[in-house]
């Protein structure tokens, strides 16, 4: 598929279903983009759709088969919206660290296909409020879904989840007191299972 240089064929590209539940238009959607009046469309729409069918399948879906709604916070960058957000300060890392990242049409430094997408889990916001333990959902993820990287945010326990081929399997948080990392390999905390780190969160449901 060609880079979308008509209504018609972004219409198109919107309408490529990645998942069962989600479609690429979902996925789309850039704050920076609408207030500056840029186009958030991939230049290797082929190549987005690949990531972000895989990053659906193996991430999206079953956190939503097991936990109900989530939201879409953010996702795909063009390469062009996430050089304006990093040089303008609005949270966006440098082009060279979001590709196989936001940016979800250019292959990392390494040669994989990635794809981020910035999600809030519902279910997670009473017992997030509630008890400040982002940590319930990044072990679950951590014992349970194909990741490369998650990223958690304070506000509703926002995480950049990242699907990426050869993944790294990281955890960081920003959320205080917890911030930095929570677990990569190497870490002692790294193997095994981590059942009673979610089981209260779980029985809450």
Same mark, same amino acid.
């Given at each position: 598929?060609?880079?979308?240089?008509?209504?018609?064929?972004?219409?198109?590209?919107?309408?490529?279903?990645?998942?069962?539940?989600?479609?690429?238009?979902?996925?789309?959607?850039? @704050?920076? =983009? %609408?207030?500056?009046?840029?186009?958030?469309?991939?230049?290797?729409?082929?190549?987005?759709?690949?990531?972000?069918?895989?990053?659906?399948?193996?991430?999206?879906?079953?956190?939503?088969?097991? &936990?109900?709604?989530? %939201?879409?916070?953010?996702?795909?960058?063009?390469?062009?919206?996430?050089? &304006?957000?990093?040089?303008?300060? &609005?949270?966006?890392?440098?082009? @060279?660290?979001?590709?196989?990242?936001?940016?979800?049409?250019?292959?990392?430094?390494?040669? =994989?296909?990635?794809?981020?997408?910035?999600?809030?889990?519902?279910?997670?916001?009473?017992?997030? +409020?509630?008890?400040?333990? !982002?940590?319930?959902? =990044?072990?679950?993820?951590?014992?349970?879904?194909?990741?490369? @990287?998650?990223?958690?945010?304070?506000?509703?326990?926002?995480?950049?989840?990242?699907?990426?081929?050869?993944?790294?399997?990281?955890?960081? %948080?920003?959320?205080?007191?917890?911030?930095?990392?929570?677990?990569?390999?190497?870490?002692?905390?790294?193997?095994?299972?981590?059942?009673? @780190?979610?089981? +209260? !969160?779980?029985?809450?449901?």
């Amino acid at each position: 598929m060609r880079k979308p240089q008509s209504v018609r064929a972004l219409e198109d590209l919107g309408r490529v279903r990645l998942s069962e539940n989600f479609f690429m238009r979902d996925f789309l959607h850039s @704050e920076i =983009a %609408s207030l500056h009046g840029m186009s958030n469309i991939p230049d290797d729409p082929d190549l987005a759709i690949a990531a972000g069918a895989r990053l659906c399948g193996a991430v999206l879906e079953p956190l939503m088969a097991q &936990f109900g709604r989530i %939201s879409i916070r953010s996702a795909y960058r063009s390469a062009e919206v996430n050089a &304006f957000g990093n040089a303008n300060g &609005f949270n966006c890392g440098r082009n @060279e660290t979001n590709y196989g990242g936001h940016i979800w049409d250019r292959r990392d430094a390494r040669g =994989a296909m990635g794809a981020t997408a910035c999600v809030i889990v519902h279910a997670l916001i009473p017992y997030y +409020e509630g008890t400040g333990r !982002w940590e319930a959902l =990044a072990w679950w993820i951590h014992d349970h879904l194909d990741y490369d @990287e998650l990223e958690f945010f304070p506000r509703f326990a926002a995480v950049n989840i990242n699907w990426r081929e050869a993944p790294r399997r990281r955890i960081h %948080s920003f959320i205080p007191p917890r911030r930095g990392v929570l677990t990569k390999p190497g870490m002692p905390n790294f193997a095994g299972r981590h059942d009673g @780190e979610y089981a +209260e !969160w779980l029985a809450s449901l």
